[in-house]
Nanobody, 130 residues
Framework: EVQLQASGGGLVQAGGSLRLTCAAS????????ITWFRQAPGKEREGVSCISSTDASTYYANSVKGRFTISSDNAKRTVFLQMDSLKPEDTAVYYC???????????????????????WGQGTLVTVSS
């Protein structure tokens, strides 16, 4: 069975850190873009960061640049999101998703959740208190 499982969320004070994990099963990461999305109450689903499991290229939303770092362990079919200097506005349910996106289109399309028709995880809640 194909699955993406997100974990690692929790409650943290502003300025603290969390590391999220996205574990895949039932498929390999070859040629896939793996992306973290988040959705806060009353907000649209927002692309946070993505990584190509082929060449390890990465992209970040402007709101998290310099604070979040995405990485992958392709052999273990796992993607991580290290979140540092967390702010209350980072509070959201975080999801991971996977899609085969042509390399030339990743930069322009990775943020759009409509692109991801292959696999979605169930989400993990991150709450940042002030």
């Amino acid at each position: 069975e194909v699955q993406l499982q997100a974990s690692g969320g929790g409650l943290v004070q502003a300025g603290g850190s969390l590391r999220l994990t996205c574990a895949a099963s039932g498929f390999t990461f070859d040629h896939y873009t793996i992306t973290w999305f988040r959705q806060a109450p009353g907000k649209e689903r927002e692309g946070v960061s993505c990584i190509s499991s082929t060449d390890a290229s990465t992209y970040y939303a402007n709101s998290v640049k310099g604070r979040f770092t995405i990485s992958s362990d392709n052999a273990k079919r796992t993607v991580f999101l290290q979140m540092d200097s967390l702010k209350p506005e980072d509070t959201a349910v975080y999801y991971c998703a996977a899609e085969r996106i042509p390399p030339t289109l990743v930069q322009k399309t990775w943020r759009d959740p409509r692109v991801y028709t292959d696999f979605w995880g169930q989400g993990t809640l991150v709450t940042v208190s002030s």
